[in-house]
């Protein structure tokens, strides 16, 4: 087996999974649709992630895909709902803020330049022996346990929370009541039903009040 | 070595659609699809709608190729073979939402984000189940997991694994209870809109996913290649046999409920169930 670190064929392939994801970054914001964009992020991580197979990190690497494959179906759920374009097929603009974001992105990329440029990477070949994928549960659920368990229960204090919001039943009846949706003009009278129509969604007869 | 697993690869997944197929009696209207015209719907995805169903056919020899055909020979012999497995379980959720999300039409789109809506929380008993079976191998990889299923399968050890994992096998393969994304309740869902050899090709990358999913859970549950007598290859070929007979006999008897209440099911029952097989797995493998 030849020296990974000076194999021509794991330097090609590191630099065309580097130039996908660049590509597949950048159609994020060119692809006019929140359902190809969230799939375009999910082959630009998925790309990333092959990265980490040949960083002898097959763990990480592979679990890049599966998280982001999860995530990024969810995240194309909830930005189509939210983005109001139900087929997530309608042209839409994806790019907003253009000063800013050309500021960021620029500091963003000299800073990380420089710091590549500058610093000397490591290196540090892993011997094909090593048990890399026990390594890392050593790591995670013994020196790095309370890191990785407060982000995890953070996680998870941040999901029921956003589902207590979001939900419609609540301690003091339904979220909803009493709302009025905006008017389809400036100052105009609500769109939909008002609330004393009969049949309207929002219609409710009085129930018995809790305790 | 290699080029061997690589043809045992694709023989199984090629006799084991073949079976599929004959299992759903389904080859009359299969040969008759492949020579239908094609439907054109208005501004589609062309990209995802052309490629869903090659997407479908390769997640499920990627997920065949993890699987060991002898003790200690698998085509991916991966210390994380399992983690590969649940990539691709992820990313078949996400190839049949495109696949009804690309037409840019109401059914497969109904279809496309209901199943996305129900498969999600398949995913997490699905891993539960996984994990709590790499527990008494103490690895990850799918070789050890056969390993230590030398004395007791799995099936014995962990009652609950199997059956969790029948549902999955339905969700990923569009069957029966599982089907909400091609159900008869609208009009096929995400193949309404689809005809000719696109649909034909996504019909046998399902029956290909069958066998996929059933040589999995073969392997993780009844011990895969182990067995007197009969070589390696042809115990796990019968065991996914037997696996894919019950996955097709369950999608035909098992009434499908509402969405509504599948969610509830698979939230209040599934999901606590897969915690309790997991601590439990979990104490016995101390």
């Known amino acids: 087996m030849t020296d990974p670190v000076t194999d021509p064929v794991t330097d090609l392939v590191l630099l065309l999974l580097t130039a996908f994801a660049v590509w597949t970054g950048w159609r994020v914001f060119r692809v006019d649709s929140m359902v190809r964009a969230s799939f375009s992020l999910m082959l630009s991580f998925m790309a990333v992630g092959a990265i980490g197979l040949l960083l002898s990190a097959p763990y990480i690497g592979i679990a890049t895909v599966f998280m982001m494959a999860v995530e990024m179906m969810v995240m194309a759920i909830f930005m189509v709902m939210f983005m109001m374009n139900p087929a997530g097929l309608n042209p839409m603009m994806m790019v907003h803020q253009h000063g800013v974001s050309i500021a960021a992105g620029l500091a963003a990329f000299l800073g990380l330049g420089t710091a590549i440029l500058l610093s000397a990477p490591p290196s540090d070949p892993v011997p094909p022996q090593a048990r890399v994928v026990a390594q890392l549960g050593h790591e995670l659920l013994g020196p790095s346990m309370l890191i990785f368990e407060t982000a995890g229960v953070t996680l998870l204090a941040t999901m029921v929370g956003a589902v207590i919001l979001s939900s419609r039943q609540g301690r003091h009846g339904a979220a909803d009541e009493g709302s009025r949706p905006p008017g389809l003009t400036a100052g105009g009278a609500p769109a939909g039903r008002t609330p004393g129509e009969e049949g309207g969604p929002g219609h409710h007869h009085h129930h018995g009040g809790h305790g | ?286």
């Open chain 2, 1 to 286: 070595m290699t080029g061997l697993l690589v043809l045992a690869v694709l023989a199984t997944l090629l006799a084991g659609a073949c079976f599929a197929v004959l299992l759903d009696r389904a080859q009359p209207a299969l040969v008759a699809e492949f020579f239908r015209a094609r439907v054109e719907t208005e501004a589609p995805d062309r990209l995802n709608r052309d490629l869903a169903p090659a997407w479908y056919l390769a997640l499920a020899a990627i997920g065949l190729s993890v699987v060991p055909f002898a003790p200690g020979l698998a085509l991916i012999d991966s210390p994380a073979g399992i983690v590969i497995w649940g990539s691709c379980e992820a990313l078949i959720v996400v190839t049949i939402f495109l696949h009804g999300w690309a037409p840019n039409a109401p059914f497969p789109l109904i279809g496309a984000y209901r199943y996305a809506a129900l498969a999600l929380p398949v995913m997490l008993p699905s891993m539960f189940v996984l994990i709590a079976a790499a527990l008494p191998a103490e690895s990850l990889s799918l070789v050890a997991i056969v390993d230590s299923q030398r004395e007791i399968w799995n099936v014995i050890r962990q009652p609950l694994g199997l059956p969790l994992f029948l549902v999955v096998a339905l969700a990923l393969t569009l069957r029966g209870p599982m089907d909400y994304a091609d159900g008869a309740d609208i009009a096929t869902g995400t193949s309404a809109e689809e005809s000719g050899a696109a649909r034909a090709t996504w019909y046998l990358a399902r029956a290909a996913m069958l066998v996929s999913v059933s040589a999995l859970a073969a392997t993780v549950f009844l011990g895969g290649p182990l067995g007197p007598l009969l070589p390696g290859p042809v115990w796990l070929w019968l065991k996914t046999a037997a696996l894919m007979a019950l996955t097709a006999w369950l999608g035909n008897h098992v009434a499908r409920p509402p969405p509504g209440r599948m969610l509830t099911l698979l939230w209040i029952l599934l999901l606590p169930l897969s915690f309790l097989h997991l601590a439990i797995s979990g104490v016995l493998a101390l």
